[in-house]
Protein backbone atom coordinates (compact mmCIF):
# COMPACT_ATOMS: atom_id res chain seq x y z
CA UNK A 1 0.00 0.00 0.00
CA UNK A 2 1.42 3.50 -0.84
CA UNK A 3 1.97 6.13 2.36
CA UNK A 4 -0.91 7.72 1.11
CA UNK A 5 -3.26 5.39 1.28
CA UNK A 6 -2.30 4.14 4.33
CA UNK A 7 -2.51 7.78 6.46
CA UNK A 8 -6.17 7.85 4.78
CA UNK A 9 -7.03 4.36 6.41
CA UNK A 10 -5.24 5.17 10.01
CA UNK A 11 -7.33 8.67 9.81
CA UNK A 12 -10.56 6.98 8.39
CA UNK A 13 -10.18 4.24 11.63
CA UNK A 14 -9.27 7.54 14.19
CA UNK A 15 -12.52 9.15 12.45
CA UNK A 16 -14.64 6.00 12.80
CA UNK A 17 -13.18 4.93 16.53
CA UNK A 18 -14.76 8.42 17.58
CA UNK A 19 -18.05 7.84 16.52
CA UNK A 20 -18.08 10.71 13.64
CA UNK A 21 -19.48 9.92 10.33
CA UNK A 22 -17.49 9.44 6.87
CA UNK A 23 -18.25 13.46 5.89
CA UNK A 24 -15.60 14.36 8.09
CA UNK A 25 -12.54 15.31 5.80
CA UNK A 26 -9.31 12.64 6.72
CA UNK A 27 -6.99 15.58 7.16
CA UNK A 28 -9.36 16.91 10.49
CA UNK A 29 -6.74 13.87 12.28
CA UNK A 30 -3.94 16.84 13.00
CA UNK A 31 -6.00 19.38 14.79
CA UNK A 32 -5.20 23.11 13.91
CA UNK A 33 -3.64 25.68 16.46
CA UNK A 34 -2.99 29.05 16.33
CA UNK A 35 -0.68 30.69 19.00
CA UNK A 36 -1.28 33.73 21.28
CA UNK A 37 -0.54 37.33 19.77
CA UNK A 38 3.05 38.07 20.71
CA UNK A 39 1.54 41.54 22.56
CA UNK A 40 -0.57 39.09 24.53
CA UNK A 41 2.07 38.06 26.67
CA UNK A 42 1.45 39.28 30.76
CA UNK A 43 3.12 41.95 32.32
CA UNK A 44 4.20 40.07 35.45
CA UNK A 45 6.83 37.70 36.29
CA UNK A 46 5.68 34.92 34.54
CA UNK A 47 5.26 37.17 31.26
CA UNK A 48 9.26 38.39 31.97
CA UNK A 49 10.56 34.87 31.88
CA UNK A 50 8.64 34.53 28.34
CA UNK A 51 9.60 37.50 27.07
CA UNK A 52 13.35 36.23 28.05
CA UNK A 53 12.07 32.97 26.40
CA UNK A 54 11.59 35.24 23.36
CA UNK A 55 14.28 37.10 23.45
CA UNK A 56 16.67 34.02 23.56
CA UNK A 57 15.07 32.25 20.87
CA UNK A 58 15.50 35.41 18.43
CA UNK A 59 19.00 36.84 19.40
CA UNK A 60 20.62 33.55 20.97
CA UNK A 61 24.14 34.30 20.73
CA UNK A 62 23.25 37.58 22.73
CA UNK A 63 20.86 36.25 25.33
CA UNK A 64 22.82 32.86 25.95
CA UNK A 65 26.57 33.61 24.97
CA UNK A 66 27.71 30.72 27.22
CA UNK A 67 26.23 27.99 25.07
CA UNK A 68 26.21 29.10 21.52
CA UNK A 69 29.55 28.29 19.24
CA UNK A 70 28.23 29.70 16.32
CA UNK A 71 26.31 32.75 14.76
CA UNK A 72 22.72 30.70 14.23
CA UNK A 73 19.69 32.06 16.46
CA UNK A 74 16.96 29.36 16.89
CA UNK A 75 14.58 31.49 14.89
CA UNK A 76 17.06 30.68 11.59
CA UNK A 77 15.32 27.53 11.34
CA UNK A 78 12.03 27.87 13.64
CA UNK A 79 10.78 31.11 11.69
CA UNK A 80 8.59 33.70 12.55
CA UNK A 81 10.21 33.70 16.30
CA UNK A 82 8.85 29.66 16.71
CA UNK A 83 5.08 30.33 15.11
CA UNK A 84 5.49 28.89 11.71
CA UNK A 85 3.57 26.18 10.74
CA UNK A 86 6.13 23.26 8.88
CA UNK A 87 9.09 24.87 10.61
CA UNK A 88 9.17 23.35 13.61
CA UNK A 89 6.73 25.51 15.40
CA UNK A 90 7.05 25.41 19.14
CA UNK A 91 3.65 25.21 20.13
CA UNK A 92 3.51 22.04 18.61
CA UNK A 93 6.39 20.55 19.64
CA UNK A 94 5.46 21.36 23.07
CA UNK A 95 2.72 19.45 23.91
CA UNK A 96 4.86 16.49 22.58
CA UNK A 97 7.10 16.15 25.59
CA UNK A 98 8.45 13.85 27.33
CA UNK A 99 9.16 11.90 24.45
CA UNK A 100 11.23 8.74 23.19
CA UNK A 101 13.47 10.26 20.63
CA UNK A 102 15.54 7.07 19.00
CA UNK A 103 18.48 9.31 18.64
CA UNK A 104 19.73 8.85 22.68
CA UNK A 105 17.54 5.92 22.93
CA UNK A 106 15.60 7.23 26.21
CA UNK A 107 12.49 9.48 26.74
CA UNK A 108 13.48 12.58 26.84
CA UNK A 109 12.22 15.94 28.51
CA UNK A 110 11.49 19.06 27.41
CA UNK A 111 14.38 20.37 28.93
CA UNK A 112 16.68 17.51 27.46
CA UNK A 113 15.03 18.32 24.26
CA UNK A 114 16.31 22.03 23.98
CA UNK A 115 19.82 20.78 25.66
CA UNK A 116 20.04 19.29 21.98
CA UNK A 117 19.63 22.22 20.26
CA UNK A 118 22.15 23.85 21.59
CA UNK A 119 25.14 21.24 21.13
CA UNK A 120 23.68 20.38 17.48
CA UNK A 121 21.98 23.14 15.82
CA UNK A 122 24.33 25.83 17.80
CA UNK A 123 27.40 23.84 18.15
CA UNK A 124 27.69 25.13 21.21
CA UNK A 125 27.27 23.56 24.88
CA UNK A 126 23.88 22.28 26.94
CA UNK A 127 22.76 24.72 29.55
CA UNK A 128 22.00 22.57 33.07
CA UNK A 129 18.42 21.93 32.97
CA UNK A 130 17.25 24.07 35.88
CA UNK A 131 19.04 27.24 34.47
CA UNK A 132 16.97 30.40 33.46
CA UNK A 133 18.02 30.07 30.09
CA UNK A 134 16.15 26.81 29.80
CA UNK A 135 13.69 27.91 32.43
CA UNK A 136 13.04 30.88 29.95
CA UNK A 137 12.61 28.79 26.73
CA UNK A 138 10.18 26.10 28.23
CA UNK A 139 8.20 29.63 29.77
CA UNK A 140 7.85 31.12 25.97
CA UNK A 141 7.10 27.34 24.78
CA UNK A 142 4.32 26.94 27.50
CA UNK A 143 3.02 30.27 26.78
CA UNK A 144 2.70 29.35 23.16
CA UNK A 145 0.97 26.45 23.49
CA UNK A 146 -1.73 27.98 25.38
CA UNK A 147 -5.01 26.06 25.57
CA UNK A 148 -3.58 23.52 22.58
CA UNK A 149 -4.17 19.53 23.38
CA UNK A 150 -1.41 17.90 24.83
CA UNK A 151 -0.17 14.64 23.67
CA UNK A 152 -1.44 15.25 20.08
CA UNK A 153 0.14 15.83 16.99
CA UNK A 154 -1.12 19.14 15.53
CA UNK A 155 -0.83 20.69 12.16
CA UNK A 156 2.25 22.16 11.53
CA UNK A 157 4.13 20.11 13.67
CA UNK A 158 8.02 19.31 12.62
CA UNK A 159 8.58 19.69 9.41
CA UNK A 160 6.33 19.28 6.40
CA UNK A 161 8.30 15.43 5.02
CA UNK A 162 8.60 15.13 1.40
CA UNK A 163 8.02 12.23 -0.99
CA UNK A 164 10.86 10.35 -2.09
CA UNK A 165 12.29 12.24 -4.94
CA UNK A 166 11.85 10.73 -8.84
CA UNK A 167 15.46 11.14 -9.32
CA UNK A 168 17.99 10.54 -6.81
CA UNK A 169 19.13 13.70 -5.06
CA UNK A 170 22.43 14.75 -7.33
CA UNK A 171 25.40 17.19 -6.29
CA UNK A 172 25.37 19.37 -10.07
CA UNK A 173 21.93 19.68 -10.00
CA UNK A 174 21.17 21.35 -6.24
CA UNK A 175 24.40 23.26 -6.81
CA UNK A 176 22.59 25.07 -10.06
CA UNK A 177 19.80 25.27 -7.42
CA UNK A 178 21.88 26.76 -5.01
CA UNK A 179 23.39 29.19 -7.54
CA UNK A 180 19.68 30.55 -8.81
CA UNK A 181 18.27 30.74 -5.34
CA UNK A 182 19.87 31.00 -2.83
CA UNK A 183 23.55 32.39 -2.97
CA UNK A 184 22.40 35.89 -3.45
CA UNK A 185 21.56 35.53 0.60
CA UNK A 186 23.65 32.56 1.94
CA UNK A 187 26.69 33.77 0.08
CA UNK A 188 28.24 32.24 -3.31
CA UNK A 189 30.04 29.82 -0.67
CA UNK A 190 27.34 29.18 1.52
CA UNK A 191 29.03 31.07 5.11
CA UNK A 192 25.94 33.35 4.93
CA UNK A 193 26.64 36.91 5.61
CA UNK A 194 26.77 39.61 8.23
CA UNK A 195 26.27 43.06 8.52
CA UNK A 196 28.53 45.10 11.34
CA UNK A 197 29.77 41.70 12.71
CA UNK A 198 25.75 40.75 13.69
CA UNK A 199 24.73 37.84 10.93
CA UNK A 200 21.63 38.83 8.79
CA UNK A 201 21.56 35.11 6.58
CA UNK A 202 22.95 32.36 8.28
CA UNK A 203 25.59 30.00 7.18
CA UNK A 204 24.47 27.15 5.36
CA UNK A 205 27.64 25.20 5.97
CA UNK A 206 31.27 25.75 7.55
CA UNK A 207 31.99 26.88 10.82
CA UNK A 208 29.78 28.90 11.33
CA UNK A 209 26.68 26.44 10.76
CA UNK A 210 25.30 24.07 12.48
CA UNK A 211 27.17 20.53 13.21
CA UNK A 212 27.08 17.44 12.12
CA UNK A 213 24.96 16.27 15.08
CA UNK A 214 22.37 18.62 13.87
CA UNK A 215 19.05 17.68 12.59
CA UNK A 216 19.39 19.93 9.59
CA UNK A 217 22.13 17.91 8.21
CA UNK A 218 19.62 14.89 7.50
CA UNK A 219 18.54 15.54 3.59
CA UNK A 220 15.35 14.25 4.17
CA UNK A 221 14.72 17.18 7.27
CA UNK A 222 16.89 20.00 5.30
CA UNK A 223 14.60 19.30 1.71
CA UNK A 224 11.34 19.82 3.68
CA UNK A 225 12.72 22.69 5.72
CA UNK A 226 13.94 24.22 2.08
CA UNK A 227 10.67 23.24 0.55
CA UNK A 228 8.55 25.07 2.43
CA UNK A 229 10.35 27.69 3.71
CA UNK A 230 12.86 28.82 0.77
CA UNK A 231 13.95 30.89 -0.67
CA UNK A 232 13.46 33.72 1.91
CA UNK A 233 9.40 34.90 1.84
CA UNK A 234 8.99 32.29 -1.38
CA UNK A 235 7.83 28.93 0.15
CA UNK A 236 6.52 26.39 -1.90
CA UNK A 237 7.76 27.00 -4.88
CA UNK A 238 11.03 25.05 -5.66
CA UNK A 239 9.88 21.51 -7.01
CA UNK A 240 10.10 18.76 -4.30
CA UNK A 241 13.34 17.34 -6.57
CA UNK A 242 14.75 21.02 -6.38
CA UNK A 243 14.45 20.76 -2.43
CA UNK A 244 16.21 17.41 -2.60
CA UNK A 245 18.76 18.45 -5.01
CA UNK A 246 19.50 21.63 -2.79
CA UNK A 247 19.34 19.78 0.11
CA UNK A 248 21.72 17.28 -0.92
CA UNK A 249 24.10 20.05 -2.30
CA UNK A 250 24.13 21.63 1.37
CA UNK A 251 24.42 18.56 2.85
CA UNK A 252 27.48 17.34 0.77
CA UNK A 253 29.94 20.50 2.37
CA UNK A 254 31.98 20.17 5.65
CA UNK A 255 31.02 21.42 8.80
CA UNK A 256 32.12 21.63 12.22
CA UNK A 257 32.45 18.12 13.53
CA UNK A 258 29.94 16.23 15.57
CA UNK A 259 30.06 16.90 19.00
CA UNK A 260 29.89 12.26 19.86
CA UNK A 261 33.02 12.22 17.45
CA UNK A 262 35.32 9.74 19.09
CA UNK A 263 38.08 10.52 16.63
CA UNK A 264 37.58 7.82 13.90
CA UNK A 265 35.54 9.39 10.95
CA UNK A 266 34.70 5.56 10.22
CA UNK A 267 33.23 4.94 13.82
CA UNK A 268 30.99 7.88 14.38
CA UNK A 269 29.69 7.01 11.07
CA UNK A 270 28.49 3.84 12.02
CA UNK A 271 27.30 4.65 15.20
CA UNK A 272 25.61 7.85 14.30
CA UNK A 273 25.16 8.26 10.80
CA UNK A 274 24.36 4.90 9.58
CA UNK A 275 21.59 5.86 6.82
CA UNK A 276 22.05 6.23 3.21
CA UNK A 277 20.19 10.02 4.04
CA UNK A 278 23.22 10.98 6.01
CA UNK A 279 26.54 12.11 4.10
CA UNK A 280 28.64 11.89 6.92
CA UNK A 281 31.78 9.70 6.70
CA UNK A 282 30.53 9.37 2.78
CA UNK A 283 33.34 10.52 0.33
CA UNK A 284 31.52 13.00 -1.84
CA UNK A 285 33.06 14.73 -5.17
CA UNK A 286 36.95 12.62 -3.77
CA UNK A 287 36.64 13.85 -0.33
CA UNK A 288 35.23 11.99 2.80
CA UNK A 289 32.61 14.39 4.97
CA UNK A 290 33.50 14.64 8.23
CA UNK A 291 37.49 14.17 8.12
CA UNK A 292 38.22 18.38 7.70
CA UNK A 293 35.96 19.22 10.03
CA UNK A 294 36.57 21.92 13.00
CA UNK A 295 35.96 20.58 16.07
CA UNK A 296 32.70 20.82 17.74
CA UNK A 297 32.39 24.02 20.33
CA UNK A 298 32.95 26.68 17.82
CA UNK A 299 33.57 30.12 19.11
CA UNK A 300 33.18 28.35 22.69
CA UNK A 301 35.55 26.20 22.25
CA UNK A 302 38.09 29.20 21.27
CA UNK A 303 37.55 31.11 24.11
CA UNK A 304 38.04 27.56 26.37
CA UNK A 305 34.26 28.21 27.66
CA UNK A 306 33.42 24.51 26.44
CA UNK A 307 35.54 20.93 26.90
CA UNK A 308 33.93 19.30 24.28
CA UNK A 309 34.79 15.77 26.12
C1 LIG B 1 20.02 24.68 11.98
C2 LIG B 1 18.61 24.72 12.21
C3 LIG B 1 18.12 24.75 13.65
C4 LIG B 1 18.45 25.62 14.66
C5 LIG B 1 19.43 26.77 14.59
C6 LIG B 1 17.69 25.22 15.81
N1 LIG B 1 16.91 24.16 15.51
FE1 LIG B 1 15.54 23.27 16.70
N2 LIG B 1 15.23 21.84 15.32
C7 LIG B 1 15.80 21.80 14.07
C8 LIG B 1 15.44 20.58 13.41
C9 LIG B 1 15.88 20.16 12.01
C10 LIG B 1 14.62 19.87 14.30
C11 LIG B 1 13.98 18.51 14.09
C12 LIG B 1 15.04 17.50 14.36
C13 LIG B 1 14.56 16.09 14.14
O1 LIG B 1 14.48 15.70 12.99
O2 LIG B 1 14.25 15.46 15.14
C14 LIG B 1 14.50 20.70 15.50
C15 LIG B 1 13.74 20.37 16.60
C16 LIG B 1 13.53 21.20 17.68
C17 LIG B 1 12.58 20.97 18.73
C18 LIG B 1 11.63 19.77 18.80
C19 LIG B 1 10.50 19.97 17.83
C20 LIG B 1 9.44 18.90 17.87
O3 LIG B 1 8.35 19.12 17.27
O4 LIG B 1 9.67 17.84 18.47
C21 LIG B 1 12.65 22.03 19.59
C22 LIG B 1 11.82 22.26 20.83
C23 LIG B 1 13.68 22.91 19.08
N3 LIG B 1 14.19 22.38 17.93
C24 LIG B 1 14.08 24.09 19.69
C25 LIG B 1 15.18 24.84 19.27
C26 LIG B 1 15.78 25.91 20.05
C27 LIG B 1 15.30 26.39 21.40
C28 LIG B 1 16.84 26.37 19.32
C29 LIG B 1 17.83 27.42 19.72
C30 LIG B 1 18.55 27.20 20.97
C31 LIG B 1 16.87 25.61 18.09
N4 LIG B 1 15.88 24.68 18.12
C32 LIG B 1 17.76 25.83 17.07
C33 LIG B 1 16.59 22.77 13.51
C34 LIG B 1 17.15 23.83 14.20
C1 LIG C 1 16.14 36.50 0.37
C2 LIG C 1 17.19 35.85 1.13
C3 LIG C 1 17.22 34.34 1.17
C4 LIG C 1 17.21 33.46 0.11
C5 LIG C 1 17.16 33.81 -1.37
C6 LIG C 1 17.31 32.14 0.67
N1 LIG C 1 17.37 32.20 2.04
FE1 LIG C 1 17.58 30.64 3.30
N2 LIG C 1 17.40 31.92 4.90
C7 LIG C 1 17.30 33.28 4.82
C8 LIG C 1 17.14 33.82 6.15
C9 LIG C 1 17.03 35.29 6.54
C10 LIG C 1 17.11 32.72 7.02
C11 LIG C 1 16.89 32.75 8.52
C12 LIG C 1 15.40 32.83 8.82
C13 LIG C 1 15.05 33.77 9.91
O1 LIG C 1 15.93 34.20 10.67
O2 LIG C 1 13.84 34.12 9.97
C14 LIG C 1 17.32 31.53 6.19
C15 LIG C 1 17.41 30.24 6.70
C16 LIG C 1 17.78 29.13 5.95
C17 LIG C 1 18.10 27.84 6.49
C18 LIG C 1 18.13 27.44 7.95
C19 LIG C 1 19.30 28.08 8.66
C20 LIG C 1 20.64 27.63 8.15
O3 LIG C 1 21.46 28.52 7.85
O4 LIG C 1 20.90 26.43 8.01
C21 LIG C 1 18.39 27.01 5.43
C22 LIG C 1 18.79 25.56 5.49
C23 LIG C 1 18.21 27.79 4.23
N3 LIG C 1 17.85 29.08 4.58
C24 LIG C 1 18.40 27.32 2.96
C25 LIG C 1 18.14 28.06 1.81
C26 LIG C 1 18.19 27.50 0.48
C27 LIG C 1 18.57 26.09 0.14
C28 LIG C 1 17.85 28.52 -0.37
C29 LIG C 1 17.69 28.44 -1.85
C30 LIG C 1 16.72 27.48 -2.34
C31 LIG C 1 17.64 29.72 0.44
N4 LIG C 1 17.82 29.39 1.75
C32 LIG C 1 17.33 30.98 -0.06
C33 LIG C 1 17.36 34.04 3.65
C34 LIG C 1 17.32 33.53 2.38
Known sequence: MTSTLMRFVRSAIAVSALGLTSSVPAQTAAPAFT???????????????????????????????????????????????????????????????????????????????????????????????????????????????????????????????????????????????????????????????????????????????????AGMQSIPTAAAFIKANMPLGKGNTLSDQQAWDVAYFMNAHERPQDPRFNGSVEETQKKFHDVATDLYGQTVNGKLLGARSTPAGGKLRAESKVSMK
Open 35 to 213: PPDADSIPDDDFGKAVRKGQDIFLKTGDHAADFVGNTMNCVSCHMDAGRRKDASPLWAAYVLYPAYRSKNGHVNTLAERLQGCFRYSMNGAMPPADSETIVALESYMYWLAKGAPTGVKLEGQGFARLPKPAQKADYTRGQEVFRQNCALCHGANGAGQSVNGKMVFPALWGDDSFNWG
